[in-house]
């Protein structure tokens, strides 16, 4: 575990931000979770440009965590138990560019550590299919609009929250119950 007293950041992608979000404020140790777009062709886009698909753009959490609390392994743990890191441009019914599945380093240790987390998950065949998941520098990351972060806290309710969201979350809660916030 990274015995820094900083906080660190890093950039998922695993479809619908709504649903990573959702999952790691869950996470004890998480320092803040914010929806945005990243490491499209444009730079600032808005949600509509970013539905398009043709931005390039990728819907992003950028996760910030107490490493004293939480290790990168445990972020990366959390992120391929809750999507599926082997289906190109989708997630469920999300599809498209912006729904793929990325991880987008912050710095060169981050880069070689999720390098080797996503090869030894290949070497013990844990997917059936080949992962998927792009590894990349962040670039052009720019928050989503306001009503987009801590959506389902806000609407859980919601169909797409409580039908595609809710699940990922329960998910999370029983299958990783030690890294559950108190």
Known sequence: MNRSTEPQSITLAGGCFWCLE???LQVRG?????????NGRIKRPSYE???????????VVQVQWDPGQL???????IFFLIHD???LNRQGH?????????IYFHDGEQAREVTQFVAALREQGVYAQPIVTEVLPLADYSAA?????????RHPQQGYCAH???????????TLARLVRS
Do not use: M, W
Not at 49 to 59: I, L, M, P, Y
Not at 94 to 102: K, L, P
Not at 145 to 153: G, R
Not at 164 to 174: E, G
């Open 30 to 38: 998480i320092v803040s979770v914010e929806s945005g777009y990243s």
């Open 145 to 153: 609009e306001a009503y987009h972060q801590n959506y389902f806290a």
């Open 49 to 59: 440009e970013v539905c398009t698909g043709q931005t390039g753009c990728v819907e």
């Open 94 to 102: 999300d599809v498209g560019t912006q729904y793929r599945s990325g």
């Open 71 to 77: 290790s990168l392994q445990d972020i990366l743990e």
């Open 164 to 174: 595609v969201v809710a699940p990922k979350v329960d998910k999370f809660r029983r």
């Open 85 to 87: 890191p082997t289906t």
């Open 22 to 24: 959702a999952v790691y």
